[in-house]
Nanobody
């Protein structure tokens, strides 16, 4: 079992910044991939960014150049630095962990990000 706890969400004006954190605990194995997804009201959950235990990153086109994902493998933490936020970035941001080659993956409860125009 893996537990994921997100923090750092909030209300911010367009153009502002937020930093999300995800603390992972439990049976963490490498290699793995951790990531951030978001879900806006009435929309499907979508990938925001992922990072492997080796440091390879992947971003949704909509956030490239504005968001940066990083991780601390010793502390089992993943971060999402979000800059130049837009109202369309609003949603619940969820942390995900997946051990490569294994099922299931795990989800946190999410943290709300609201960007006002």
């Amino acid at each position: 079992q893996v537990q994921l706890v997100e923090s750092g969400g909030g209300l911010v004006q367009a153009g502002g910044s937020l930093r999300l954190s995800c603390a992972a605990s439990g049976r963490i194995f490498s290699p793995n991939v951790m990531g951030w997804y978001r879900q806006a009201p009435g929309k499907q959950r979508e990938l925001v960014a992922t990072i492997t235990s080796g440091g390879s990153t992947n971003y949704a086109d909509s956030v490239k150049g504005r968001f940066t994902i990083s991780r601390d493998n010793v502390k089992n933490m993943v971060y999402l630095q979000m800059n130049s936020l837009k109202p369309e970035d609003t949603g619940v941001y969820l942390c995900n962990y997946k051990r490569l080659g294994f099922m299931p993956d795990y989800w946190g409860q999410g943290t709300q990000v609201t960007v006002s125009s």
